[in-house]
């Protein structure tokens, strides 16, 4: 601090309240004489100067003994009328001082200062900085300083950019919070706050939780909008919350607001695709009294729904409707259509309605040409179906995985495994690695035509490919070798099971014991029957059967009569051991014979 000396003859009289400290500036102009704190003229006087000299040099022995309150003060008198942007360069300077620490009241009274000074962009960065140094749940305290610092400052914008902060940073409670503050204290509501946590809500939110927000702002004032009520029904139906998505439709006219097709469509396709096509007709119904036209998208969501509850007749009566009112189908119309009448095994049919789809000059895209292929596949028209992948190939189409595993699939259930072979190694070189549906479909069709070395060698890719053979794969092929005679792999193909965490079930029990039994191998069926008792496998009546079967085939004919008039009988583990024993015993005893 520099002090010019005054001229002994020139100095003004001694006065214990009269002492003014005179700082070497070519602006100063000294402050009113009611005693202001010196560290705040030396701050003022460091603010002012900063161009010619740093702060971190002009304060650098004054830094230690300023505090958050000689910040606060400064702001409030600002005795040397310094500018915003000077003040707001001092408090970011302090913030960069490791020694240093802004309280949330230094905080909130900048924000309040910022604001007056309409310099809001500033306002916000700095707030959404004190929201996210305080964290979730630190709505009420913040608020509190904000009401402790406003003093005549009356600006409301400071809860909008609090709402927005907590809002950006996904505390959404918070954001809540300070509305409902707001509230409380009779301040003006912050509208556009409000608008910006309802937007991120909408995003984030569950329905219900932004449901109840929206109904307390619209009663406090918050105007009413169609897009927001339509965006809540669509979140709700997408939960199959349908009643409550009523609900918010029925909110819409008692806020003096009509429901617009939009609003009419989201409800009729929620209720829809929940099974409920008989509301979903009345809405259609009331839409047209209120002389609201239903769209493409009406007539898709109706038709959609019928064609789910196999109602394909129906279905097409009202396509017919829609073309009748002018309407042009979309392909997702046609393809709801051709989709039913292929899950029905109407492929004469889906083959109508696609070239009437083309006749319309509308082009079909992958999901139909594949919806296509699967319902062709499915009803053994192999010939056909790779028509349409040439088709498709033509329209600049190129199949993708679910085209070529849907084909393989088909060969493989026709028996015609080298074509199913071919285009999996048409896949691979395509660059498109086949799924576990592909590879469990080659595996059961080699299996089916007794293959079994080759399914296993599948298999291997399979698990190679980084994928996981399910129980049911792993099963198929063990009574593939099984069959073959070879039961030794099969078991081999059980550890490997288990070692890869699988559980058998059952039905790879029953697999297994029947290889032993067809190879005369009763004792170590038997054995094998104690190992899965003992592993907590409960066997079905199919398990006691081929045990009886075994000892039917390798036993004593005239000794098993019995056994083999008791099958189909067996149920449990006691039965099936009392009976075998007592047959047993009755081929040792020739008394009984």
Known sequence: MVFLKIPRKCRLPSSPQLRLPFFYTTWYTPPPPHGEDPILDTISHAIANSQLKPLHVSLGRLLPSITPRHVINLINHNPYSLPPQSLLTFFDFLSSQPKFRHTL??????????????????????????????????????????????????????????????????????????????????????????GYLLDRMMKRSSPMVTWGFYLEILDSGY?????????????????????????????????????????YNTLINGYCKSGN????????????????????????????????????????????????????????????????????????????????????????????????????????????????????????????????????????????????????EEMIRE???????????????????????????????????????????????????CKKGDVKMSFKLLKEMQSDGHVPGVVTYNVLMNGLCKLGQTKNARMLLDAMLNLGVVPDDITYNILLEGHSKHGNPKNFDKLRSEMGLVSDYAFYNSLVSEVSRTSKDPRKK
Do not use: W
């Not at 914008?157 to 959404?172: C, H």
């Not at 105007?223 to 199959?240: A, D, Q, R, T, W």
């Open 105 to 194: 009241q230094s905080y909130c009274t900048m924000a309040h200062f910022l604001i007056a000074c309409k310099m809001l962009p500033q306002a916000q960065s700095l707030l959404s900085f004190l929201v996210s140094r305080k964290g979730k749940g630190s709505a009420l305290s913040v608020l509190d300083s904000v009401i402790e610092t406003r003093g005549t400052r009356r600006s409301d914008f400071i809860f909008d950019a609090l709402m927005i902060s907590y809002a950006d940073l996904g505390f959404m409670s918070d954001a809540i919070q300070c509305f409902r503050f707001v509230r409380k204290h009779n301040c003006a509501v912050p509208f556009h706050g409000c």
């Open 223 to 263: 105007s009413p909008s169609v897009y927001n009520f339509n965006i809540l029904m669509h979140k709700l139906c997408k939960e199959g919350r349908i009643k409550d998505a009523q609900v918010v439709f029925d909110e819409i006219v008692k806020r003096g607001l009509c429901p617009t097709v939009v609003s």
């Open 431 to 481: 660059g498109i690695q086949p799924d576990n549906v592909a590879f469990t479909a080659l595996i059961s069709g080699l299996c089916k035509a007794g293959r079994a070395v080759e399914a296993e060698r599948t298999l291997r890719e399979m698990v190679n490919a980084g994928m996981k053979p399910d129980d049911a794969t792993y099963t198929m092929i063990m009574d593939a070798f």
């Open 277 to 424: 096509l008989e509301e979903g007709f009345r809405l259609k119904r009331v839409m047209e009294e209120a002389r609201i036209s239903p769209d493409v998208f009406t007539y898709s969501a109706l038709i959609n729904g019928l064609c789910k509850e196999g109602r394909l007749d129906h279905a097409n009566a009202l396509f017919d409707e829609m073309c009748r009112r002018g309407l042009v189908p979309n392909d997702v119309i046609f393809t709801t259509l051709i989709d039913g009448q292929c899950k029905n095994g109407r492929m004469d049919l889906a083959m109508e309605i696609y070239q009437q789809m083309l006749r319309k000059g509308l082009m079909p895209d992958l999901v139909m040409y594949n919806t296509l292929i699967n319902g062709l596949c499915k009803d053994g028209d192999l010939k056909e179906a790779k028509k349409l992948v040439d088709e498709m190939r033509m329209r600049g189409l190129k199949p993708d995985k679910i085209t070529y595993t849907t084909l393989i699939d088909g060969f493989c259930k026709e028996g015609d495994l080298e074509s199913a072979i071919e285009i999996r």
